[in-house]
């Protein structure tokens, strides 16, 4: 059974884009790269968060 939800788009597995987005505030990131918008921003920052989140949860594990 497939799942109806559609997936937050956003650009966490490239490597480039990121590099800026932790470098550049929202309003510079987002001006560079016109084409992304405020909300695929909004969703690589959310789920760079739960990363974060998840590996720090883990190393208290260890």
């Known amino acids: 059974m497939r799942?109806?939800?559609i997936e937050?788009?956003?650009?966490?597995d490239d490597k480039e884009k990121m590099r800026d987005f932790v470098e550049?505030?929202?309003?510079?990131?987002?001006?560079?790269y016109s084409?992304?918008?405020e909300e695929e921003y909004d969703n690589t920052k959310e789920k760079l968060e739960e990363k974060r989140k998840i590996r720090k949860n883990r190393a208290k594990e260890r």
């Open 3 to 5: 799942d109806n939800r």
């Open 8 to 12: 937050k788009a956003d650009f966490i």
């Open 24 to 32: 550049l505030s929202k309003n510079e990131f987002l001006n560079s």
């Open 35 to 37: 084409y992304l918008t």
